[in-house]
């Protein structure tokens, strides 16, 4: 797994769940420049950051996404109740309180 991150950026967010969950990865820093390559923006269309390209080659882009689908890749790590359980509704609602 490689993340594309800017430090400072809502890519912090991804970083800490990659932490959490334990898994290796690989980070490469994407500059203010890097972003409107042709390159990043077959990544991200509007060329932004955080991206996380999966060992597969698909990539996933905006914080919460990527996050969530980390969470749910790796129920192990305890970071968000399983999919379709009353928990996984009520903390959803509750984090938006």
Do not use: K, N
Request: net charge negative; hydrophobic share 35%.
């Amino acid at each position: 797994m490689r993340l594309y991150h800017s430090p400072g950026s809502r890519g912090t967010r991804v970083v800490w769940t990659l932490e959490e969950i334990g898994d290796p990865y690989a980070v490469t820093i994407v500059t203010r420049e890097d972003r409107g390559s042709q390159e990043h923006r077959q990544r991200h269309p509007l060329g932004r950051v955080p991206v996380i390209e999966l060992d597969d080659g698909r990539a996933i882009f905006e914080s919460a996404a990527v996050c969530l689908h980390l969470a749910d890749l790796h129920p192990d790590a305890g970071l968000i109740p399983r999919v379709g359980t009353y928990e996984r509704g009520v903390r959803s609602v509750l984090a938006e309180l």
